[in-house]
């Protein structure tokens, strides 16, 4: 932990109220980008996405929303030959895994959509820990077309990533096909699904539990690259005693 400045508490409180002040007025500011996310146009989804669910099913995107009204998607980077779930991904899902009980009782359903085969997927999950849905959108352009997965034939055409122009690593075929991070919402009215948001790279950091906690913690995020996490399940068991 770095070195840092000691004071009284008179010196802390006198800080800490300029630092409320601070987190108070970004809090008011996303409250007012919540309202505008909430105010975006909706987008008719007028392709037949079909996905493949654990138990081998088929199942469209209306399917996903079961008997709710809202529904949002995490694209979770698993891409077709990958042997495991990117841990960054898989650190997100340890904590929105818990929370998907609650988003069920207010109207929300939650599901996670890969390219990676549906047995890779329900294999995973088990070896995880985790309940959430878990669909494969293998052979479908859904990832594609949601700006999470980018080819040859995509990035030729034009593909996005954040709603940019791609970075210098995806122009290059050597590194393609590749896989990205995001989170879609979706709404069903009168039989009709609309997109209503994604958001993509630091976009999907809210969400990301940890994160929020260690920006809390005395040293923050005291990050030395992204190396330092890991799955849940591969971490050293700490010694006895």
């Known amino acids: 932990m770095p070195s840092h400045q000691v004071g009284t508490r008179e010196q802390w409180r006198q800080a800490r109220l300029e630092l409320l002040a601070a987190e108070k007025e970004l809090t008011?500011?996303?409250d007012e980008l919540t309202r505008q996310r909430q105010q975006l146009p909706w987008v008719r989804i007028d392709?037949?996405?079909r996905?493949?669910?654990a138990d081998g099913g088929d199942v469209s995107l209306a399917d996903?929303?079961?008997h709710?009204?809202?529904l949002l998607i995490y694209h979770f980077m698993f891409g077709p030959d990958w042997e495991a779930g990117c841990p960054m991904c898989s650190s997100l899902a340890d904590g929105f895994d818990g929370i998907r009980v609650h988003l069920e009782h207010h109207d929300v359903a939650l599901?996670?959509?890969s390219r990676a085969p549906a047995e890779k997927l329900a294999a995973y999950r088990k070896r995880m820990g985790w309940s959430f849905p878990w669909l494969s959108s293998s052979g479908t352009s859904f990832n594609v077309d949601f700006g999470v997965s980018y080819t040859a034939?995509?990035?030729a055409g034009g593909a996005e990533h954040n709603f940019a122009p791609l970075p210098a690593a995806l122009l290059d075929p050597r590194h393609l096909p590749a896989e990205a991070q995001g989170l879609s919402a979706f709404a069903l009215e009168d039989g009709v699904v609309y997109h209503?948001?994604?958001t993509y790279a630091r976009g999907c950091e809210p969400l990301w539990g940890m994160w929020q906690w260690l920006d809390r913690a005395p040293a923050g995020r005291n990050e030395q690259g992204m190396s330092w996490f890991h799955r849940h399940d591969e971490y050293a068991q700490p010694a006895a005693g």
């Open 28 to 30: 008011r500011r996303n």
């Open 47 to 49: 392709a037949d996405y």
């Open 51 to 53: 996905f493949t669910a």
């Open 64 to 66: 996903l929303f079961g």
């Open 68 to 70: 709710r009204s809202q």
């Open 111 to 113: 599901a996670a959509v």
């Open 153 to 155: 034939e995509s990035v």
């Open 196 to 198: 209503t948001y994604s």
